[in-house]
């Protein structure tokens, strides 16, 4: 299907998707290998809905789909992309943010990547939007009573989303896969840590894997390896860099 994107002069996402006919190629094979025919998916900070449709089309017309996305701009394209599916009865959008608890906040606009929007003011130059937070479990427990797949990539929020989201990710395991961005800097400027995310991920049992996107394989880590990283990426306080991690069982196909 055709996915409707941003300009693509004006937005990275939409101009790697135009240019390459993908985003985040690795990352993409293992979302998509994740998925069964009845599974319940939640993609927290769905930008335009790249993932979402993804897993539209693989759980087919007894799985679900929730998709969040607070930012207007990407709600209108995410909301119209979602519309184009045949599936659409089981999938929903939002255009609220997931937190903690309940609440009303501000999202911090990116001009030149519109998937950076923060949930909390690093950059005095960033313009804002109100948006409303709520605890995800609050949304969802109405809905399903579990979640298979979560993909979270919120810059800088993903602890707070998971605490809001933590009764029913207890409930879903051991089927739980969660695909997860840790970028420490973010994590840091929103009042949280590298090290407080890995620790709370790992007290649900799950192995624990780093996404190589580079040599397109699953790397197993442990907690303690992962902390460590975070607590060498903290010490300089201008390092951004980040990773993506995969919890759970590993998917058949992406072992070794």
């Avoid at 996915?3 to 135009?18: A, E, F, G, K, N």
């Avoid at 003011?121 to 609050?138: H, I, K, L, Q, T």
Wanted: net charge negative; charged share 20%.
């Amino acid at each position: 299907m055709t996915i409707r994107t941003h300009d693509p002069q004006r937005d990275l996402v939409s101009r790697i998707i135009h240019e390459q006919r993908v985003w985040e190629p690795f990352e993409t094979r293992l979302w998509v290998a994740c998925h069964a025919p009845d599974d319940v998916v939640v993609d927290v900070g769905a930008n335009l809905g790249y993932f979402s449709i993804l897993s539209a089309l693989a759980v087919g017309a007894s799985g679900r789909v929730f998709a969040f996305e607070p930012e207007p701009l990407n709600y209108s394209l995410l909301e119209a992309n979602l519309a184009d599916l045949e599936a659409n009865g089981l999938v929903e959008g939002f255009r609220i943010a997931l937190g903690a608890h309940e609440s009303s906040g501000e999202l911090w606009l990116s001009d030149d990547n519109l998937g950076d929007h923060q949930l909390f003011s690093a950059d005095s130059a960033r313009e804002s939007v109100p948006v409303a937070v709520y605890a995800g479990v609050d949304v969802l427990s109405e809905r399903v009573d579990r979640i298979d797949l979560l993909k979270l990539d919120t810059q800088g929020t993903e602890l707070a989303v998971l605490e809001g989201l933590w009764p029913m990710l207890l409930k879903s395991r051991p089927r739980l896969r969660i695909l997860i961005e840790l970028t420490p800097y973010s994590l840091r400027q929103a009042g949280a840590s590298g090290a407080a995310l890995i620790e709370r991920l790992a007290t649900l049992g799950l192995p624990l894997a780093i996404v190589d996107h580079v040599q397109h394989r699953l790397v197993p880590s442990t907690a303690t390896a992962l902390c460590e990283w975070c607590d060498n990426v903290d010490y300089d306080p201008q390092d951004q860099g980040f990773m993506n991690l995969f919890v759970g069982e590993t998917p058949r196909g992406f072992q070794g």
